[in-house]
């Protein structure tokens, strides 16, 4: 089903939207969803759209936009054969280039290097300690403390689990078997692991803990480093250890955009650049093709138009969570999914 041509601002009429999902995505999403209310008013300076935002996890998202529950969903997780199998009527739209860095709490040590085989080791139990041989392997020089290691990981469904299963899997197979690679996985059972709700949970949990780990989107990365947590420079495919930086998210990005299909579903877990920052994704609406209200429909459109060119300002909207913008090419994908939105 093909939709209108693209608006580019909302319908005259008054509505309400609704959406929920991804605590990854979420601040950048409220600052759109604030942005894009004062920008479009009616006479008496009032929002023609009013949009409801909320951080509940990627996996919520998905069931809530397909069922009607919110207009639109987030996720850091494209959407699965399974999810499609189910719900055959979504879209998984491009917003944003995203990241996840890995936190930990060890005092005096506030970077560290650390590959995905020694961190499926530390969510399998096999390293339960800081001084454990495997990480003085890659931190020469480094004098590690003997201190237990607390391993926390998401309590509900979400992208950011999803994204960090999927390097742990990538690096080593071995150590993280693909059927434990999801969005909800069956986490092993390690003595004194932690389960956290949200990436605000898990910066107080690990703030709150020392010796933990933790995996939390980049959008929370200046709260992570007010907590006093360090950031572990990561391994990439080439083996080069590397901070997500900008430029090593770009970079890494930058090799999949001519790979990116026509419905943007795509891994960039562990990606070929050599200077290229091993865990980036996609960010993603997650919407029904087909909606109840025509009105809404349009102004769905007309907003996730506006994201993916007026909300790309850089020093605006994506510096501030640490998002790079999408390439021209993938914008010109997103705008194509977008088109599709209709009732």
């Known amino acids: 089903m093909k939709g209108a041509a693209l608006p580019t601002k909302p319908d005259k009429t008054p509505t309400s939207l609704t959406e929920t999902g ?12 604030t942005a ?11 929002p023609i759209v009013t949009i409801t935002t ?11 936009a397909a069922t009607g529950t919110v207009n639109m969903g987030a996720s850091d997780a494209y959407l699965s054969s399974a999810n499609l199998q189910q719900y055959p009527g979504l879209m998984n739209i491009a917003l944003a280039i995203s990241a996840q860095q890995i936190n930990f709490n060890v005092p005096g040590i506030k970077k560290l290097n650390l590959n995905g085989s020694v961190l499926a080791q530390i969510y399998g139990g096999k390293v339960t300690n800081w001084n454990d041989a495997a990480i003085k392997k890659l931190n020469p020089g480094v004098s590690l403390p003997n201190l237990k290691i607390i391993p926390l ?10 994204l960090f299963t999927s390097y742990m899997n990538a690096q080593d197979p071995s150590a993280w078997p693909s059927a434990n690679v999801n969005t909800t996985v069956n986490w092993p059972n390690v003595q004194g692991a932690l389960a956290e709700t949200g990436n605000s949970g898990m910066i107080d949990g690990c703030g709150s803990n020392k010796g933990c780990i933790a995996y939390i989107g980049i959008s929370y990365l200046s709260k992570a480093q007010d907590a006093g947590l360090g950031t572990a420079s990561l391994a990439n495919k080439a083996g080069k250890f590397l901070q997500p ?10 090799a999949f955009t ?6 943007e579903s795509i891994s960039m877990i562990n990606g070929p650049a050599p200077d290229g920052y091993p865990i980036v994704n996609y960010e993603y609406a997650i919407i029904k ?15 996730l138009h506006w994201t993916i060119h007026t909300g790309q300002d850089q020093a605006t909207y994506l510096d501030p969570v640490f998002f790079q913008k999408l390439p021209p090419s ?14």
Do not use: M
């Open 22 to 33: 991804s605590t990854l995505l979420f601040p950048l999403f409220g600052t759109w969803a």
């Open 36 to 46: 894009y209310q004062k920008q479009f008013v009616n006479s008496a300076g009032d």
């Open 54 to 64: 909320g951080g509940t996890g990627s996996g919520t998202a998905i069931t809530d």
């Open 153 to 162: 990981h998401r309590a509900e469904s979400s992208g950011d689990t999803f």
């Open 245 to 254: 930086t900008p430029a090593a998210i770009k970079a890494a990005a930058a």
């Open 258 to 263: 001519a790979k990116t299909p026509a419905n």
């Open 289 to 303: 093709k087909s909606q109840s209200d025509a009105v809404k429909a349009e102004d769905i459109r007309a907003f």
């Open 330 to 343: 993938v914008v010109k994908l997103s705008d194509n999914q977008i088109a599709k939105i209709g009732s």
